[in-house]
């Protein structure tokens, strides 16, 4: 499938580089439809890591469950909810400040191409820190409580393979959309 992909941009590539002596232009519709999806998404993405950080920091404030669940992987999980919904917000607002109509290519691809970027190194680091929360979490899981460790690991497993194969598709598609070019 990502050779597919590969070979349609190469593809796309040839055919710009092809039309430098003429005029190419931005598919502004499709790019737009795809910035107010990608805001959506965004917009999603920072409302649900701020709610859930308030959660896990009222639970940490409360103190429940201090067994299974430990005062500091709560702090933990509060803190880096906290930092993913500033992380989104911060893409929110840089995509947002985007006027596709007014741009010329070049200038779209580098800005989007930015957004991209840092989209991706985001999702990474979060991932990682999400990675460090269940390595801590589960020999406490394990020890107090050996039906919810399995949960998480089945939970985390099914949606490791959503997010492969159906979450981040859509993301590449997205962000294919935004520099698409009149043919």
């Known amino acids: ?21 003429t005029d190419i232009r931005i598919n502004v519709s499709a ?4 910035q107010t999806k990608i805001l959506k998404k965004f917009r999603h993405g920072f409302t649900s890591s701020l709610i859930l950080a308030v959660v896990f920091a009222a639970a940490a404030i409360g103190n429940i469950n ?21 992380w989104y917000i911060y893409l929110y607002r840089r995509l947002k400040d985007i006027n596709i109509a007014t741009l010329t290519p070049t200038q779209l691809f580098s800005k989007t191409a930015t957004i991209k970027l840092q989209t991706l190194s985001g999702e ?33 497993f099914i949606v490791v393979i959503y997010s492969i194969f159906y979450y981040w598709p859509k993301y590449i598609k997205l962000f294919r959309d935004l520099n698409s070019i009149k043919e």
């Open 1 to 21: 499938m990502q050779l597919d992909e590969l070979k349609k941009s190469m593809s796309t590539l040839e055919q710009v580089l092809a039309k430098t002596n």
């Open 31 to 34: 790019s737009e439809t795809a």
């Open 66 to 86: 201090p067994l299974s669940f430990p005062l500091y992987l709560k702090v933990y999980l509060s803190s880096f909810l906290a930092a993913a919904g500033l």
């Open 124 to 156: 990474i680091f979060f991932g990682a820190c999400l990675v460090v929360l269940f390595t801590l979490l589960f020999p406490n899981a394990w020890v107090y409580n050996q039906m919810g460790f399995w949960a998480m690991a089945i939970t985390l």
